[in-house]
């Protein structure tokens, strides 16, 4: 696990120390070796930098940028199958000098060219540069655990694991992308490609972005995985559980492949005690090492994690997060996430992280489940609500809609009522085809009329860039919903979540739920193998059931994972998050309204829970802001 950075200067004006730079800028990721080279052609530059947290092939012969012949090479993550690959690449011929998963990608790449990423299975980011040819590729694996970001202007190309690593090598302070900044308030991150700064944009999952500098600038663009698009074969009823298994079990196994320890995140929830289990099984440790996050205060699920532990028969090690660790981290949290990030989830992940890292050095999460297994309520929620409005006439909606707009302007303002006659007249657009995402979309956002008193209009000109009206008409709602969560939710909250918590702490987390064959068969099922009466991942449930077998310890409602973050901030430090508001307007932060969010926060004090999520966006933003913002370039 590692940060890449890699550019393509056509002035010639980045130097070694500002790639040097820009490269420690991600010591969190790669705290272990940092590597950095540049190559000058005749027209152009070419910049690599690598910093390394050494899984694979611990030897330095592995540190990057690797050469090989004309090929050079930054790379970030794990190619999981990179044994079976090479022993065939073995077959053709091909000698190799280390041990590493990386050298094994450059082998490939010179096989098969472009199509060499359709043969692994890993999570991935990297770019490749053919000296000889003068062609560059850019990747990112096909669901999105590693993130990737780029910069192009006319001028020059920059790549980096994070947008951090970005910054130095533009040359001046990027703007605030408003359309990114609104959709953070709206919905706690950003959504979307593009980014919270104009010009810097993440690499599409399962894309290829092929440079061609051989003559000029010549950049295309190809999707080389899609799920909705992947030809699957269906399986028997009688054998989907079986195969289900073998897909699970294989998943698992090849995420135990390192060099180092491997340890498993358990909270004693469905995924996480099936994963566990059988990592412990397939593991050759005596005894698979498994961690826990407790609080004292509610939402304490660490006593049940530990019975799961103990049925398993793991060394199991329980951390409880107490306010001055939160306080800790939320002072410094900006130096994880680069970008608003409002998931308070990621709090108790990164400080688990910092504990596991005195133990292991790759840890298992089970992140992904519920989106590959349908196990989210609000996939039912979403469809109820869709089939009671699809039996009303959509004139008779329309008119309701017209109706409700006289009606929300008598009411007054921040109040449910109110809020579910905004989010009625959202859902029903004058485009039909839009209902089901409608529904899903505005079910998450924070109302547009709670954010206008706190917000400058200015950001409410211009819709948040999204994918949830990118339905592919040929999936059942149910999979339009998957479809959705898979490319917008999955990528750009949930697996930056993942990546910069773990990351934060200089440790690797590996989802095996998140495998893309796992995806690929899930889409060929029928939607009552998801859910089925009610009852949500129900083909993995069965599988869960006989790995499980004699026992009801699982047998438990599911809470989801909480924290208690409306006690953190009333209680546990209410004085630095006030603080934080007073500065607006001494320091300029922009788009914020001081007089109207201390309203707001006064109101959250008084015990008003409604306001948390917006008084964490913001204080999340205001971070950000002070960090990325109001620092000058060195």
Partial sequence: MCGIVSF??????????????????????????????????????????????????????????????????????EIYNFKEIRKELEGKGYLFKTESDTEVILQSYKEWGDECVGKFIGMFAFVIYNKEKKRAIITRDRIGVKPLYYYLDSQKLLVASEIKAIIPLLGEKPEIEESSLFGFFSLGYVPGQQSIFKGIKKVFPGSIINIDLSLDLQISEKIFWDIAK???????????????????????????????????????????????????????????????????????????????????????????????????????????????????????????????????????SSDGGDEVFAGYLRYSNTLNVFDKLNK??????????????????????????????????????????KLLSNIFLYGDMIPTTELKAVLNKQLFKKPFEHNYFNIKKKLTPLKQLLFIDTHERLVNQMLVKV?????????????????????????????????????????????????????????KPKMGFNTPIYDWLRFSFPDFVEEQFKSVDTLSIPYLNQKELLTIWMNFKEGKVYYQNLVWRALVYILWYKEYCLKTLN
């Avoid at 070694?16 to 530059?45: H, Q, W």
């Avoid at 099984?281 to 019975?307: M, Q, R, V, W, Y």
């Avoid at 329309?398 to 302007?409: D, H, P, T, W």
């Fill in 8 to 77: 393509i200067d056509f002035n010639k004006t980045i130097s070694k120390a500002k790639l040097d730079s820009a490269t420690d800028t991600m010591v969190l990721r790669g705290p272990e070796a940092r590597g950095t080279f540049i190559i000058e052609e005749e027209n152009f530059n070419i910049g690599f930098g690598h910093r390394r947290l050494a899984i694979l092939d611990l030897d330095p012969r592995s540190n990057q940028p690797l050469q090989m012949d004309n090929l050079i090479i930054v790379f970030n993550g």
């Fill in 230 to 364: 992947v030809e699957t074969n269906s399986v028997p009823n009688e054998a989907k559980n079986d195969e289900l298994s073998k897909l699970l079990e294989d998943a698992i196994r090849l995420r135990l492949i390192a060099d180092v320890e491997v340890g498993s995140f358990l909270s004693g929830g469905l995924d996480s005690s099936y994963v566990t289990k059988v990592l412990h099984e397939k593991s050759d440790k005596e005894k698979l090492k498994t961690f826990t996050i407790g609080f004292n205060e509610k939402f304490d699920e660490a006593p049940h994690a530990k019975a799961v532990a103990d049925y398993i028969g793991t060394e199991h090690f329980s951390y409880y997060l107490e306010p001055r660790d939160v306080r800790d981290i939320i002072i410094n949290y900006a130096t994880y996430f680069d970008e608003p990030f409002s998931d308070d989830a990621a709090i108790p992940m990164l400080f688990l992280s910092r504990k596991a890292k005195t133990d292991v050095k790759v840890v298992i």
């Fill in 392 to 433: 009303v006439p959509y004139s008779v909606l329309l008119l309701a809609k017209y109706l409700s707009s006289f009606v929300f302007r008598i009411l007054p303002k921040r109040n449910k009522l109110s809020n579910s006659i905004w989010r009625f007249s959202c859902i029903i657009d004058s485009d039909k085809s």
């Fill in 499 to 555: 990546d910069k918590s773990t990351m934060g702490a200089s440790i690797e987390g590996r989802e095996p739920l998140l495998d893309h064959r796992l995806f690929e068969f899930m889409s060929s099922l029928n939607d009552e193998d998801l859910i089925n009466n009610e009852e949500t991942k129900f083909l993995f449930r069965q599988v869960i059931n006989k790995k499980f077998t004699y026992t009801n310890i699982l047998n």
